[in-house]
């Protein structure tokens, strides 16, 4: 059981845009500017996609975007590619003892 | 571009100590949170702790009595260390460097397998 709640599945068809939600509690995402995204594929380390909620860095596609309100952060995937298929998880900074928190990870697909 | 990557046992026998590297290459080991996480099967993932400045470490208050976070910074390596492991151990252990500015992690390895089992 993850900190942060992401629904387990995602799916679109090319070119379309999509939406990962990933809720946590007034002890981290709603209280700290401090969450991240990450990409995995199979075999590959995790990349980072956006950080500080909304930052994309250097080598981050462009259809990549990320943003929070309350408790929830959301990426959004625009324009659909095959390559996006993959997991991606949240990340954040929490008050708690723990000083980090994820999300269960969601599977992207590309129809 | 950094790049991280672990090396350790794959198989730790139950009470034993676990043990991992994670070696860094193109890039400096000062000025950034060196992180450990790990995912168990089937569940979420876990921060475990990290060193920073070569001698500051936080720890996962449940982790914390049996692990011990270390750097090497002539051999650009930070090594952790789990005693008396359980099956609860079981998981695939990542490094990773954390920003201190932005708390996040910029960079990871891509992870590796230890199953606890006598």
């Known amino acids: 059981q993850s900190a942060l709640t992401q629904p387990a599945s995602v799916s679109g068809s090319p070119g379309q845009s999509i939406t990962i939600s990933c809720t946590g509690t007034s002890s981290d995402v709603g209280v700290y500017n401090y969450v991240s995204w990450y990409q995995k594929h199979p075999g590959r380390a995790p990349k980072l996609i956006i950080y500080e909620v909304s930052n994309r860095p250097s080598g981050a596609s462009n259809r990549f975007s990320g943003s929070k309100s309350g408790n929830t952060a959301s990426l959004t995937i625009s324009g659909l590619q095959a390559e996006d298929e993959a997991d991606y998880f949240c990340?954040?900074?929490?008050?708690?003892?723990?000083?980090?928190?994820f999300g269960g990870g969601t599977k992207v697909t590309v129809l | 571009q950094v790049q991280l990557q672990e090396s350790g046992p794959g198989l730790v026998k139950p009470s034993e100590t676990l043990s991992l590297t994670c070696t860094v290459s193109?890039?400096?080991?000062?000025?950034?949170?060196w992180t450990w996480i790990r995912q168990s099967p089937g569940k979420g993932l876990e921060w475990i702790g990290y060193?920073?400045?070569?001698?500051?470490?936080y720890y996962n208050p449940s982790l914390k009595s049996r692990l011990t976070i270390s750097v090497d910074t002539s051999k650009n390596q930070f090594s952790l260390r789990l005693t008396s492991v359980t099956a609860a151990d079981t998981a695939v252990y990542s490094c990773a460097r954390g920003q201190v500015s932005g708390a996040y992690f910029d960079s990871w390895g891509q992870g590796i397998l230890v199953t606890v089992s006598s």
């Open positions: 193109g890039g400096p080991t000062s000025r950034y949170y």
């Open positions: 060193i920073y400045n070569r001698v500051n470490t």
């Open positions: 990340n954040s900074y929490t008050d708690t003892s723990t000083r980090w928190v």
